[in-house]
């Protein structure tokens, strides 16, 4: 939202960033569950004089914002789904104050998992595990909403069926074809719901937990293939490519799915001096590297929506 100002655009922003909390929630069978976030706020709100007269009397302060991330986590007394608190979060601040048109809310969630002693789930053990599940949520006071998830370090690697051949070949090319490589990614997804308000948001209890699950799930098993045979990728832009479709195809209220997929490079290991070969590549010994490293970003709609 611009304001115009002696002439001049003028466009504004305050919220409250890497605000952590955890909430537990004590079942009465004695099993506990914990999440842990790290939440960002951003307020667009009709605050202007505060900037050009020094008039603080619109301004919701970034502490109160921090404070209200502890105060409605109190307030959830069932477990929620991260995108089902970002949500709850974005509306209070648009209800409550006048001055606040838009509200944006970002959560990293820390993956807890849940332990296992002896083939047995834990009833109050954790253990971190890798990928974080985020969400993004712009929500208006006229009640209109963007709903996105996502997946952060999702790292997944398979030994073989990966090559890149045929490419553009020119003076400066050294890379040889290949039919045989590892291939290796640092997954950063999100993808748009298509419920563009509050009342359409399904109600079912942890629904987008589930959600990502299934689209984590989905990914990597299309990055796979079927564990015995596998599947052939001629490229990280073509495994991108199905990985998206297969997320738009499995999930209608998806409406776009973004992929960022660095190609981090295992490079094939030869060694010689000049009398003897020391260590010969076969298929085997690799040097892995993450710098440098390909990158690859796409995004896939379904025509009426974008990312
Ligand atoms: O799957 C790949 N895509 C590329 O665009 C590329 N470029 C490169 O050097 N290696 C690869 N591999």
Redesign the pocket.
Known sequence: MANKIEGLSFEQRQGKQRVRVARVWRNNDGCHSIVEWNVGISLLSDCVNAYTRGDNSDLVTTDTMKNTVYVKAKECKEELSVEEFAVRLAKHFTSLYQQVTTAIVKIVEKPWERAYVDGQPHEHGFKLGSEKHTTEVIFEKSGALRLTSGIEGLSLLKTTK?G?EG?IRDKYTA?PDTRERI?ATEITASWKYQYESIFSIPQKPLYFTERYLNVKKALADTFYGPPKEGVY???????LFHMAKTVLKGFPDIAAVQLKMP?I?FLPVNLSNTDNTIVKFEDDVYLPTDEPH?S?EATLSRFWSKM
């Open positions: 990966s890149f490419f890379l291939l990728s001629p490229s990280v832009q073509s495994t190609n490079h390909g690859i």
